[in-house]
């Protein structure tokens, strides 16, 4: 077994260890850390394959901004677990069944894959329109593919995810009635008689008599 293959074993066997963590881990923090030394895994291996480009997308948007913004997001909601694991077991025959189910339809499109044929070979050098011979990238490949034949889908998916980016901004910063927020210009231009007004009322029950007191006078001392 060469280098390459053993490096294959450790990131599949690593990377079949934190999905079952995910899963199992009672804390939903360590359920995402989980996920993201999964997604790091999956990263070496697609590195394995040759495929750099997908190896530094998957650790820059998964990794980077996506998996980080779960984290803080499980890490700030108020999560309460015995809630959540209350119909596990009842709902635990029906997650079997299924989980069994994807295994065999992967197992079975994964073996029909491998015995299609070998992997296809990446060439290491190809020659340039000058003649010369130069060092190949996917990653430079799939960049000119994208930017050229793939120009106006990559466009409009950009303007997209623009227009996304800001309604959230714009719905987030509406004008809602049930804020408490104060206008600064509003609070220099306020007047006392504008704030507080005496008004006078008549009462609502007869007042109540006081018994007199006596008062006696001391006489002087001599």
């Known amino acids: 077994m060469d280098v390459k293959t053993g490096f294959f074993y450790l990131f599949a066997l690593v990377m079949l260890f934190?999905?079952?963590r995910v899963v199992t881990a009672r804390n939903p923090v360590h359920a995402v850390l989980y996920?993201?030394?999964?997604?790091?895994q999956a990263a070496g291996i697609w590195l394995l394959l040759k495929a750099e480009f997908l190896a530094i997308v998957?650790?820059?948007?998964?990794?980077g901004a996506v998996m980080v913004l779960f984290l803080f997001v499980v890490m700030m909601l108020d999560i309460h677990i015995d809630t959540l694991r209350q119909g596990f077991w009842r709902h635990f025959p029906l997650a079997l069944a299924m989980g069994a189910l994807i295994s065999l339809e992967m197992a079975v499109v994964l073996f029909g894959g491998f015995r299609a044929g070998d992997a296809p070979v990446v060439p290491e050098t190809v020659t340039n329109a000058a003649g010369q011979v130069v060092q190949y990238s996917n990653s430079q490949e799939l960049g000119s593919i994208l930017y050229t034949q793939y120009l106006y889908p990559i466009e409009i998916a950009a303007v997209i995810l623009l227009v996304a980016m800001i309604t959230a901004i714009g719905l987030t910063l509406r004008e809602r009635k049930d804020t408490k927020k104060i206008d600064p210009a509003d609070q220099v231009r306020v007047r006392a008689r504008d704030r507080m007004e005496v008004v006078k009322l008549a009462a609502t029950q007869a007042p109540v008599a006081v018994p007199a007191v006596e008062v006696v006078a001391e006489e002087p001392k001599k």
């Open 18 to 20: 934190a999905a079952f």
């Open 58 to 63: 998957l650790v820059l948007v998964y990794l």
């Open 35 to 40: 996920l993201m030394l999964t997604f790091s």
